[in-house]
């Protein structure tokens, strides 16, 4: 499998590319990784082209552009052995940087084609961690991007690299790097597993308690899906107890309504206690009407509004209940399968 993975950078995609390929090698597969920024730097110097990564963005684009050309000639013509050896080689790329407040490309479109990737994946971190990482760096040091611009850099990445996957007609996930490698190894070698959306209330229940139970349930939700959990990012962290900031608030829900959800199979929603959640309601209608399978999982003894109801394909009212369903649908799924073997 070929996959191209982009992010921004001071998102922490090298690191967790590391940790997903010490991961597959752990249950016998092996990922090659090809980091194209290194790449490029060292082709420059190879060839004799001074290029820093302090000052890289501040040279001719028709230098970097043509570098950057003769390392994807390179790892195309690389790539058949590298398929061949390797149970999955991945890509490692940026799509666009934000330089002197201006966006700029980073990747030649004609080579989206030309390499047929079977999956795009674009990571992304909490915007305020990546902006402090970014000011840790000299070459980053003196931008000074605020929380709004990494954020808004961050949404073109991830929308840039969606248009190449519906160009392709190819899958394309988000995926949060404080999500554990399991995550991406999955959606790399188990594309028949379903993948689920975990809806919580997070606003008026991120009480340590309330936030155990539904770590209980996404533990046993493993078991069976592939789960995208909202909390593997938490952008309203830099905000919490201080002004409303509408550009974090509207991440958020571009966020989860138009990325996560939408690349998921089915939604489970869990209300561990009633409470005002605006934001869940919204995912069950969302997901509903984006034809996604709705669960809910809804406390014992408490009424539910028909305007609940109505977006909801399966209510369960403990988790218990949840988890005994889906052990038995995988029962017979067993035994429908070995029914078919035998005839």
């Excluded at 700029?104 to 994946?121: C, E, K, T």
């Excluded at 709004?148 to 988000?174: I, P, S």
């Excluded at 991120?206 to 139970?213: F, G, M, S, T």
């Amino acid at each position: 499998m070929l996959v191209i993975t982009t992010a921004i950078s001071g998102s922490g995609r090298n690191e967790y590319l590391e940790k997903v390929k010490e991961h597959a090698l752990s249950h016998g597969k092996k990922i090659k990784i090809y980091p194209v920024g290194d790449m490029i730097l060292e082709h420059a110097n190879a060839i004799g082209v001074r290029l820093t990564p302090e000052n890289v963005l501040n040279a001719n684009p028709s230098v970097t552009n043509s570098v950057r050309s003769a390392v994807f000639e390179r790892i195309t013509k690389e790539l058949p052995r590298a398929l061949n050896e390797n149970h999955a080689v991945v890509i490692n790329i940026h799509a666009m940087f934000f330089w002197k407040k201006v966006f700029q490309r980073a990747w030649d479109n004609y080579y989206v084609s030309q390499l047929n990737p079977g999956m795009f994946i674009t990571f992304l971190d909490d915007a305020d961690k990546v902006r402090k990482k970014l000011k840790s760096r000299k070459q980053w040091e003196a931008t000074n991007l605020s929380l709004e611009e990494v954020m808004l850099w961050g949404n073109v990445e991830v929308e840039t690299t969606a248009g190449w996957a519906e160009m392709m007609r190819q899958l394309h996930y988000v995926v949060p790097v404080s999500a554990p490698a399991t995550l991406l190894h999955r959606l790399m070698f188990e594309p028949k597993t379903d993948t689920v959306y975990l809806s919580m209330p997070l606003t008026h229940a991120y009480e340590p308690e309330v936030q155990k139970k539904v770590d209980r349930l996404a533990e046993e939700l493993h078991k069976y899906f592939i789960v995208f959990d909202p909390r593997y990012i938490d952008p309203l962290a830099s905000s919490n107890g201080k002004k409303i900031n509408m550009a974090i608030y509207n991440q958020v829900v571009n966020r989860d309504l138009y990325w996560l959800i939408r690349q998921s199979h089915r939604v489970i929603a869990y209300f561990p206690k009633i409470v005002l959640s605006a934001g869940v309601i919204n995912e069950i209608r969302e997901a509903y009407e984006t034809q996604k399978e709705v669960w809910l999982i809804w406390p014992r003894g408490e009424s539910i509004s028909p305007f609940v109801t109505y977006y909801v394909h399966k209510i369960f009212r403990s988790i218990p209940e949840l988890l005994s369903f889906l052990s038995s649908s995988l029962k017979n799924k067993s035994k429908s399968a070995s029914h078919k073997r035998k005839e």
